[in-house]
Structure formats: C-alpha cells, structure tokens
C-alpha cells in the first residue's frame, strides 16, 4: 500500500472519525482504523460496535493495500505536520509516514482483527437536506436524558406518523419535538446521539439517506457512511402529556425575558435555580430569593391573555430552552401551576418544547 494525500482533507477526517473511538476500551483494537486503498480510492473506517463509520476520500494511490494503525496516533501525526502532502507506505509491517522532513514508522496490526461490518440495511426510509436534518437534531438533541438507567430516552426518537417526520427527545422535566412534512413510510428508531456527532453539518445543500431494518439504521451522505445498532424501546407515549388546553397565553420578547432571567436568577437557589413567573394582563412579574444571597425582582411586558398565574421554573432549564429559539419573539402557553407549560417560536409550527414546572408550595 503506497498513496500520498492532502493534509487538510486527511486532518478533518480523521478528526470525524475518531470522534466513535471510545476512550477506554478492553478490546483494544477499538483503539485502531481500517485504513484501505481500492479502485482508485481511499477509505477510513472506525467503530465502537455500537456505530461503524466509513469515509472515503481523495488521494494519490500508487499501490493497493490495507491496513488497522492506531487511529488517534495518525491524527495527531498529521495536525503535527506543516507539509501540504503526506505520504503513506506501508513496508512489511509497518507504515512509513512521510511529511516533509519528518518520518515516522508505525507498526501496524492484522487487519482480520477488526469487527465484521454489520450488512448495510437495505430499505430506505427516507431523505432529505443535510442542513434541514441538522436543524432537527440541534433543536432537539439537548434534552436527551442523561440518566442511564432510563435507556430510550438516552436517544432521539425519529418518529414518521401521520404524514409528518418527527425528532422527539425529554428528560423527564422538558420534551422537544421538531417535525416536518414527510409522506413516508410510518415507522420508529431511538437514535444514539453518538450518531449525529459523526455527521458533517456543514454541506447543508447536501441531500442525506436514511435506511433502516429491524435493529440497524444506514445513514449515506457526501462521502460517509454509518451503520448504527438502535436503542431498545418502547419510547415514552410522548403525545399524552402535550397539552391541548391552556388557562395562559403569553407573548413575549426573548431577548427581554433571556436577560431578566438571567439577572433574578442570581438569587436563586443554586441547587434548583427557581424562579417564579407571575403572569398577569401587564406583563411578568420574575422573582426569586434564597436565605443565603438574598431576593430579586424584575418585571418585563408581554402580551398575557388568560387567567393570572403564579409559576415556577427551573432558570437554566428556560434559559436552554431560549438558546435554542431563533425568532425574537417566543410564545409560551400555559396549563396551571404543576403541568406542563408549552414554548415555541412565534409564528413557527414545527418546534416545541415542553416545561414542567417546581413545586415550591413553601413560596405560594
């Protein structure tokens, strides 16, 4: 195996791939890459067992071959190089790295020791724009949970029912759902979030496959393609805890309510940050207090119409919420002191999110 190829396309592909190598491992060679050279073209592969990628790319082959190297070795070699070639060749059983007045020798392993590839799975789901998929996952993908032990809800569920593709993900106290029209067949995955790190957002323009089978899930796109094992279900029933009748509706700045939370907030509690929201045909009354900093107050205009209501928040579970919404104006409904409330973008269908509010009974 002899090739030579450009730094710059060499650097940011490693960089996406080694993302899937796990940081500790008793199978060591999870550690490594597949590196191969065939029909005129280069290709890297990588895998934790849970999710395998490939990118193929390109470069100068000479010679045939392959080869497992230790794949963050190779990254770190070629941020490290200052030339705009590096030249690959592999001698017995060895790599021989060139770049520049720099060598390196990297003893290579059997390249059979690598996991079997799962088969690609055959049944495409569906398609669309890699900057409109890129949109869905970063809108939703924050409110996975965290929590080990409650599995599906550690994913994104992509959801198409009712003519309408869905990304759906909560953690117990918030829920976001993005949906667009898809008229597709109606199905389900819980997606790890591991998977979405390894695509590359930034071809937007770039159209992105979804295939699936009964436990795997094909992504194709540009030059990359991932195989990805499903997390088990069944996914919570998320539709029977979104609301469908409000006692509040409020419209409201988001840069006001963004800095005004953020300043009565200072107060809170540190431990579960709460604030409380006093709607009423004004405005919002925000205010908080702990016995150890002290008390806040601030009041921003809205347009409220509804009943008056006295809630509280978690802070920075608002404030991640507000993060991620890009109109200057947000709508937050509201259903009573201990339900959900509802924020979404005004003027905007396909997002919404969802905000369980604290019992704090001492503070009514």
Known sequence: MEFKIKKTILEKTLASIVKIIPPKSTYTVLQNIIIETKDKKLSIEATDLDVFIKKVVPAEIKDEGKILIPGKKILEITRE???????????????????????????SLDYHEFPEVPKFPEKKWFEMGVGEFGEMVDSTIFMVARDISR????GVLVQVKDDELKFVT???????????????????????????????????????EVYIDERMMGVKFLDTTIIARLI?????????????????????????????LKRV????????KNVKFDLHEKGIILSASSPDIGEAKEEIPCIYEGEKLGVWFNANLMLEILRHIS?????????????????????EENLMYLLMPLRIDSFE
């Open 81 to 107: 190089s200052y030339i705009e070639d590096i030249l690959f060749k592999l001698k017995e059983l060895n790599l021989q790295i060139t770049a520049g007045n720099a060598q390196f020798n990297i003893p």
């Open 151 to 154: 599995r599906p809800m550690n």
């Open 170 to 208: 909560t953690d117990g106290a918030r829920l976001a759902m993005n949906r667009r029209e898809k008229k597709q067949t109606p199905g389900e995955l819980i997606v790890a979030t591991k998977v979405f790190d390894l695509i590359d957002f930034e071809n937007a323009e770039e159209n992105l």
């Open 232 to 260: 088990e279900g069944p996914y919570p029933n998320y539709e029977g805890v979104i609301p469908k009748t409000f006692v509040g509706n409020c419209t409201i700045d988001k840069s006001a309510l963004d800095g005004a």
């Open 265 to 272: 907030s200072l107060v809170a509690s540190p431990r579960i």
């Open 327 to 347: 109109t200057n104006d947000l709508v937050m409904l509201l259903t009573s002191q201990s339900t959900a409330a509802v924020l979404k973008p005004k003027g």
